[in-house]
């Protein structure tokens, strides 16, 4: 085996094929050839030269990921036509494209909690990446409630909810975030309010540690005279 036409010594054939190992860790850019020499017959000219590839870089999966998510997404460094291989659990579930430095894989069976994401890449005339850093799925957070009525000139609104204590409730009212506070065994209160008037809407989301949001807000009560 000759690397850039030095030899890098000598292995031998069986069943038809031969591993040289204990070389030098190849660079990207050099030339692999080799040569063979059979009993009782003189030496073969050189093979036909094997460039070292490059590795691709490793690409990265987006996190969060949701429970019941069809899609995943993420970056890359390498140009745009690079191939990703996306895995859920270490099994391939297809492959999508680089563009502009990004990727989505569409089309995936609803993922459930817990599951691990990953994704490898290669680039054109560049060896696979290593698979990147998993990304696990989230479960969505259990919607809280809203205690009614709530009457108009209220500065506080408080709740319930079913997820463990320190869960953070996000309120808004009218749809516009008034800010956070978190679940206390099994309640919650929002205290410094603009006072609430008659007919505007307060909603809440919860969003449990290591969980998503879910993507709808908690029912929608309306402030009373």
Known sequence: VLVNGLSQGTTTVASGAWTKTGITALTAGQSVT?????????????????????ITSVPTVTSPICAGATSVSGTSTEANGTTITVLVDGSSVGTTTVTSGAWTKSGLTALTAGQLVTATAQASL???SSVSTAVTVWAITTVPTVTS??????????????????????????????????????????????ALTAGQSVTA??????????PR???RLNTSH
């Open 126 to 128: 560049k060896c696979i």
């Open 217 to 219: 807000k908690s029912t």
């Open 205 to 214: 989301t919860a969003q449990a540690s290591g969980n998503c949001v879910r």
């Open 34 to 54: 080799a040569t063979a020499l059979a009993t009782g017959k003189c030496v073969s000219s050189a093979s036909t030269a094997v460039p070292v590839s490059a």
């Open 149 to 194: 009525p709530i009457c108009a000139g209220a500065t506080s609104v408080s709740g319930t909810s079913t997820e463990a204590a320190g869960t953070t409730i996000t309120v808004f009212v009218n749809g516009s975030s008034q800010g956070t506070t978190t679940v206390t065994s099994g309640a919650w209160t929002k205290t410094g309010l603009a």
